[in-house]
């Protein structure tokens, strides 16, 4: 599990916009910036399994809950 301050710097390295909300879109730029490319529907998928509202975007909440179950 990261800690408190990982997990913030790694939230805010993908937050590129700084809105404190994660998009499929912000999802496919630092993949693709890491070599990866990824399709916008396939982030969008991804996010899906995050994303608890269905708003198409992934809080800092909706995150840690992800991650505290997984």
Not at 57 to 63: A, G, I, M
């Amino acid at each position: 599990m990261l800690s408190a301050d990982e997990f913030e710097a790694t939230f805010t390295t993908i937050d590129k916009d700084g809105d404190g909300l994660i998009t499929a879109d912000e999802i496919t730029a630092m993949l693709a910036a890491m070599g990866q490319p990824l399709s916008n529907d396939a982030a969008s998928t991804m996010l899906g399994f995050i994303d608890a509202d269905g708003d198409g975007k992934v809080t800092r909440d909706e995150l840690k809950a992800y991650l505290e179950k997984a």
